[in-house]
């Protein structure tokens, strides 16, 4: 069975792609919405053979929301706008020019930190295909808005920008369901065949927020991109080891930066790594490490010597 109902007309589809573990939600309300609809092959696939399951062509799709500008979560806009060209995109102003150009998320995303650290060209052309058909943003949400789907169903927005800036929780009030996309980082993302990605969060303190939003919504179901579907003790926990890795990491990459002195992001990195050796090299860490030495330098106790050295102040 390819869906699972989590309340009368919220659904949720199994829809992993590569190694990576991916869930696709749909809301059956007059406008019939789908939550990020993953990558083109997700689309076409699961969400296609879910949307069949409860009696839905493609076609029927009214709305997609993307939770935030990540290829995995807006890569398959383009397969339902090819079944619908009418159906509205809708996301948060700051990741909308992601949406609508890969070339730009590459370059906001993927490419932000040359010369210091580059992906493969190999990587960056698999995203380029994973991102799929580029589609404006027809629907700009805000923090605090209530998107009505009609038949009940009414989502309020929440603007989390930690993951990235423009992510964003959707809480659905009356069927006590929360949509979290990436925002419940945990200790990252297990892959089946690779490394797994680092605790992804580019605005530490924000992130922290997010958290705090997350256990105090009062929902008893927690919808993730990457981590299933959870009830609320095991949302709970999902949270609690989420403040805690922050925590943990905020002391390891403290001890490592006020040891060295002086450090590059290369050497963070590579500090971090050794530290915690199954996580991959790849954005999600560089991300994260740039947010800390970010927030480190609005506190006063780093510096930036550009391009891309950090003196450690104390
Ligand atoms: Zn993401």
Redesign the pocket.
């Known amino acids: 069975m390819t869906v699972e109902t989590l309340a009368p007309g919220v659904h949720a589809i199994d829809a992993p792609f590569e190694d990576v573990p991916l869930q696709i939600y749909v809301i059956e309300g007059e406008r019939l919405t789908v939550i990020d609809p993953g990558v083109p092959q997700t689309a076409e696939g699961p969400l296609a053979q879910g949307l069949a399951e409860l009696g839905h062509r493609p076609a029927d799709v009214d709305l997609v929301v993307n939770t ?1 500008g ?1 290829h ?2 807006r890569g398959g806009n383009g397969v339902v706008a090819a079944h619908n060209p009418g159906v509205v995109i809708a996301a948060h102003p700051a990741d909308a020019t992601w949406i609508s150009s890969t070339e730009q998320y590459l370059a906001e995303e993927y490419l932000r930190f040359r010369p210091a650290w580059e992906p493969p060209t190999a990587a960056l052309d698999r995203i380029r295909l994973l991102c799929g058909a580029d589609l404006p943003v027809t629907l700009e949400l805000s923090h605090g808005d209530e998107l009505d789907l009609g038949d009940g169903h009414v989502l309020s927005v929440e603007h989390i920008p930690g ?2 800036d423009g992510s964003i929780a959707l809480l659905h009030r009356a069927a006590k369901v929360l949509f979290t ?2 925002a419940v980082q945990a200790r990252g993302t297990p892959l089946q065949c690779r490394a797994d990605f680092f605790p ?1 969060y580019r605005h530490v303190a924000e992130y922290r927020r997010s958290l705090d939003f997350f256990a105090g919504c009062g929902a008893e179901i927690v919808g993730t991109a990457h981590t299933g579907v959870c009830a609320a003790h095991r949302a709970a926990q999902l949270i609690a080891e989420s403040r805690r890795f922050a925590d943990e990491y905020t002391a390891v990459f403290t001890a490592a930066f006020a040891e060295a002195g002086s450090a590059t992001l290369a050497d963070l990195a590579r500090a971090t790594r050794d530290h915690y050796p199954r996580y991959d090299d790849g954005i999600p860490l560089f991300n994260t490490i740039s947010g800390y030495l970010a927030e480190l330098c609005a506190a006063g106790v780093a510096r930036h010597d550009p391009p891309d050295r950090f003196v450690w102040l104390g």
Do not use: E
């Open positions: 935030h990540h995995d979560h993951h990235t996309g990436d992804h």
